[in-house]
């Protein structure tokens, strides 16, 4: 928080600052230092606005400037919504990134993160409790490291696909292969080795990154890939473009002369909540799916057929993700075990019995415990486990499997156990949260988990500097768990995960 507050004073104030200016392909920008051991440039745009013919179209170069660019501020957020498509805000000019690196930087590995929330939330400058919990100051500085973070457009404006109107969708991809582009040519200038990039992201960035790491259109953008809590599938094409059926109609664009041009001349708020959707009704979102070119198979697909890039590649969870997933699916918590079994119903018709049995509520501290358990399992880390199965099989690079398992040892969040995204304040050490004072153990766990990104971004390898040995993915379905005590472990959930497969 305190590195934070720094950085805001210094952004308001450039007589205060001592900045660092480098030039970019596009221009020079202007950078604030941060004490003497880092330099932040935020707000680089990395594309061009997509407004006006621009909405719905693949991102184009940002424009060049004269002079020396402010990059001393947080960029606006891309227009969002919520899972229940409310409007959030946000700009659609919003197609910027933050780059963070030690002074005097040379040949460092890069870590380009890519933010989660549902495909149609968050942004690189998301808020938590008062702290922007990707500020990558403190994972550049002790890393050391180039640190990158993006936004990318979600919802409505990210994900509209017609192919009627020559509009195939996927534009939140095709941002992020942008950004990774601008990193290959513009990286080295900030200190970073484009020849050594990770490309990782939690949630739907993680299910981003696997497109990112199955597509053609990677090729060459990154030297490892890791999911954090993501997956490998889409959204079904029937599913997203009955969503822009819906967005053409409710515009009022359908019998327009040109629908497309109706369509971009309405204002961007109200385009992201033409199409109405409820994730605790069905799981109908805009999101990714296939098209032509960007994800031309299943993710999951290509990699079963070694059709993906060939690089090292990590993935893993949370051990009980849907604690903090759970609310966006239901419209009220259940608590009994009739509730429950209805749950069970909802969201696995075929096999509700079979399911039951496997997660009989009598096992858990509760019916709503139980019902996280088997959605984490069957949805989240049995998945993972399959991925990384597919990989191994499939790839002559190394494969890493984690599982990060620590509780809070206090705060509002220790009740929920190792959460969907409790893991996130700790990749950037960024902890001071509201009623949370981390314990010199917990300080320690983030920085051995900055440790193996770090050294997975500059060799393929986390293994290194006296770390706890994270084995190899094989057969044998070894992972490191993360925890107060790190330590490698075979087969984790492998009996839940055996079930489900």
């Known amino acids: 928080m305190v590195r934070w507050l720094v950085l805001s004073l210094f952004a308001c104030s450039s007589s205060a600052a001592s900045p660092e200016i480098v030039d970019t392909e596009q221009g020079a920008v202007r950078g604030v230092a941060i004490g003497d051991d880092v330099t932040a440039w935020l707000g680089i745009p990395y594309a061009a606005p997509p407004i006006g013919e621009l909405r719905w179209a693949p991102p184009a170069p940002a424009p060049h400037w004269s002079g020396v660019r402010d990059a001393r501020s947080w960029s606006p957020t891309c227009i969002q919504t ?190 992201a909540v ?44 949370t051990t009980n993700e849907y604690s903090t997933l759970i609310s966006h699916f239901l419209h009220a918590p259940i608590t009994t075990d009739a509730e429950y079994r209805d749950a069970l119903a909802h969201f696995f018709p075929q096999r509700t019995s079979s399911v039951l049995a496997r997660y009989p509520a009598a096992a858990y501290a509760s019916p709503m415990q139980a019902l996280i358990t088997a959605l984490s399992d069957a949805l989240m880390v049995c998945p993972a486990r399959r991925i990384a199965r597919t990989a191994f099989a499939n790839q002559s690079e190394p494969v890493w499997r984690y599982m990060f398992a620590h509780t809070y040892e206090n705060g509002p969040e220790q009740p929920l156990g190792a959460g969907h995204a409790l893991d996130l304040p700790f990749e950037f050490h960024n902890l001071a949260l509201t009623g949370f004072t981390p314990s010199a153990t917990e300080l320690a766990l983030s920085d051995s988990i900055i440790g193996y990104w770090v050294r997975l971004a500059a060799t393929g390898d986390p293994n290194g500097n006296g770390a706890v040995p994270w084995p190899r993915y094989t057969a044998d379905d070894p992972a490191i768990v993360l925890d107060n005590v790190i330590a490698p472990q075979t087969g984790v959930r492998t009996a839940q995960c055996d079930f489900w497969d």
């Open 274 to 317: 033409a199409a109405p959707f409820d994730l605790a009704d069905n799981n109908a979102r805009w999101a990714m799916t296939l098209d032509d070119e960007l994800v031309p198979q299943v993710p999951a697909t290509a990699i079963a057929a070694g059709a993906h890039n060939h690089v090292p590649f990590a993935i893993g969870n």
């Open 82 to 271: 919520s899972t229940s498509n409310a409007l959030l805000g946000g700009s659609e000019d919003c197609l910027y990134l933050n780059v963070w690196a030690p002074p005097r930087a040379e040949h460092l590995p890069v870590l380009v993160f890519i933010h989660g929330g549902f495909a149609l939330n968050g942004s690189a400058a998301t808020v938590t409790a008062g702290e922007r919990i990707y500020d990558g100051a403190y994972v550049a500085a002790h890393g050391p490291a180039v640190v990158v973070t993006l936004n990318y457009r979600l919802g409505a404006l990210g994900w509209f696909r017609a192919p009627t109107l020559g509009v195939n969708g996927n534009f939140g991809v095709a941002d992020q292969l942008a950004a990774l582009r601008w990193v290959q040519t513009n990286i080295a200038a900030f200190g970073g080795d484009p020849t050594h990039v990770l490309v990782y992201g939690e949630s739907a960035g993680g299910t981003a990154t696997c497109a990112i790491y199955a597509s053609p259109q990677g090729r060459g953008l990154f030297s490892a890939a890791m999911i954090e809590s993501g997956g490998c599938g889409v959204m079904p094409q029937p599913t997203i473009e009955a969503l822009g059926q819906s967005l053409i109609g409710a515009a009022g664009c359908s019998s327009a002369a040109d629908p497309l041009a109706c369509l971009r001349a309405q204002p961007a708020d109200t385009v």
